[in-house]
T-cell receptor, first 115, second 117 residues
Framework: DTGVSQDPRHKITKRGQNVTFRCDPISEHNRLYWYRQTLGQGPEFLTYFQNEAQLEKSRLLSDRFSAERPKGSFSTLEIQRTEQGDSAMYLC?????????????FGPGTRLTVL | QKEVEQDPGPLSVPEGAIVSLNCTYSNSAFQYFMWYRQYSRKGPELLMYTYSSGNKEDGRFTAQVDKSSKYISLFIRDSQPSDSATYLCATGAGHNAGGTSYGKLTFGQGTILTVHP
């Protein structure tokens, strides 16, 4: 399978705990994006990387959230001191970043439930 | 006001019907437009991608963009039960000289479509 993969697919945690998600993009895609999707809403942009550089962060990404892409390949998204409002689907997407055709391909998502 | 507005539906149609899904957007900087399909508890899957005003056809799907009125549509002909999903419109600003906001997508709320046999 050469698509975007995410791990874990589901995560249940208690309020106040830290969680970390992983995303493996399509091979050789240099752009990687994180989005958050709550029930009944479209995905909302969180942040994106070009290679290992984090180029943009949304205001949705509070200080409790941190994303990394240390070697320009896989990425991790960590949420510290989780809150019930963090419950959502966290989606990762990647693209080749070629010219204006920045087609983004999404992974299956990690569904987070904070109790 | 959200930058991209989409009627959430739900929309229920009989098999074989023509389906029309619509979005409006407010930001003139948006240059490219996409439709994604999302099945329950799955990630979005790209259906159509277009830059310019006009129509783009792919099989039973036609994407239509009117930049003058900031209106985008997706038409599905001969709808099938397997088309039952949430359809998301998305827009992007594309590259600019400052190199910011490149690639970030802004999504509509999604329209839930059910095609019944």
């Amino acid at each position: 399978d050469t698509g975007v993969s995410q791990d874990p697919r589901h995560k249940i945690t208690k309020r106040g705990q830290n969680v970390t998600f992983r995303c493996d993009p399509i091979s050789e895609h240099n752009r990687l994006y994180w989005y958050r999707q709550t029930l009944g809403q479209g995905p909302e942009f969180l942040t994106y990387f070009q290679n290992e550089a984090q180029l943009e962060k949304s205001r949705l990404l509070s200080d409790r959230f941190s994303a990394e892409r240390p070697k320009g390949s896989f990425s991790t998204l960590e949420i510290q001191r989780t809150e019930q409002g963090d419950s959502a689907m966290y989606l990762c997407a990647s693209s080749s970043g070629q010219g204006g055709t920045d087609t983004q391909y999404f992974g299956p998502g990690t569904r987070l439930t904070v109790l | 006001q959200k930058e991209v507005e989409q009627d959430p539906g739900p929309l229920s149609v009989p098999e074989g019907a023509i389906v029309s899904l619509n979005c409006t957007y407010s930001n003139s900087a948006f240059q490219y437009f996409m439709w994604y399909r999302q099945y329950s508890r799955k990630g979005p899957e790209l259906l159509m991608y277009t830059y310019s005003s006009g129509n783009k056809e792919d099989g039973r799907f036609t994407a239509q963009v009117d930049k003058s009125s900031k209106y985008i549509s997706l038409f599905i002909r001969d709808s099938q039960p397997s088309d039952s999903a949430t359809y998301l419109c998305a827009t992007g600003a594309g590259h600019n000289a400052g190199g910011t906001s490149y690639g970030k997508l802004t999504f509509g709320q999604g329209t839930i479509l059910t095609v019944h046999p």
